[in-house]
């Protein structure tokens, strides 16, 4: 434990998603330390988040307008639509540069332990945008796990829709994994999603 502000500031640090009381420390430290750290502009730029950050009307995706990038860009299919929990999952699957249709927020996922049921994601939002017709797919991307596989479950009963396919994303052996080291489920996956090998 150190004294007054210097213990608020390790504590407030440690307080963030994926940053333990070790790496606050550190973090508070760097501040301290190195003299050319602009503190004040770390200040502005979390000041400004919070006044210019919004979610988009229409996805839920980050923006600073009332619709991000994605959203506007009219060279993105219409047709298809991918599901993810978070915003940050958009970004991951942006990397890929392999899709390019639009993308619906949910918001996190189904968690009963949680107290998280579909009426606390933006699952009536995601439906309201299917009913147009315009929309041939649905891509259902969300995370791997109990919540993910719980939310995707439902989904897949809530969009049954003539001339509608709900798709999910495949999972199963990471790249450069090793065989002895998967789990269960993740070996299993991988057994349902095999696939032709063409020669």
Not at 24 to 44: C, G, P
Not at 101 to 122: K, N, Q, T
Not at 181 to 190: I, K, S
């Amino acid at each position: 434990m150190y004294e007054g502000i210097i213990q608020e500031l390790i504590d407030e640090l440690g307080r963030l998603p994926g940053i333990g009381p070790k790496s606050a420390q550190r973090i508070a430290f760097h501040i301290l330390q190195t003299e050319t750290y602009d503190v004040t502009r770390l200040a502005e730029v979390l000041l400004e988040i919070r006044e210019k950050v919004r979610f988009c009307e229409i996805c839920g995706n980050v923006a600073e307008e009332a619709t991000c990038s994605i959203c506007r860009d009219p060279r993105r299919s219409p047709a298809t639509i991918c599901v993810v929990e978070e915003a940050k999952d958009v970004v991951a699957i942006e990397r890929t540069r392999e899709f390019r249709g639009l993308y619906h927020v949910l918001g996190g996922a189904i968690s009963p332990i949680d107290g998280v049921g579909p009426d606390d994601l933006r699952i009536r939002s995601l439906v309201q945008r299917l009913a147009d017709g315009v929309v041939t797919e649905v891509i259902i991307a969300t995370d791997p796990n109990l919540e993910g596989e719980a939310t995707a479950t439902y989904l897949t009963r809530l969009l049954v829709q003539p001339n509608l396919r709900v798709t999910r994303l495949a999972s199963g052996l990471p790249v450069g994994g090793d065989l002895e080291y998967a789990d269960e489920v993740t070996l299993g996956r991988a057994f349902e999603g095999r696939r032709l090998v063409q020669h």
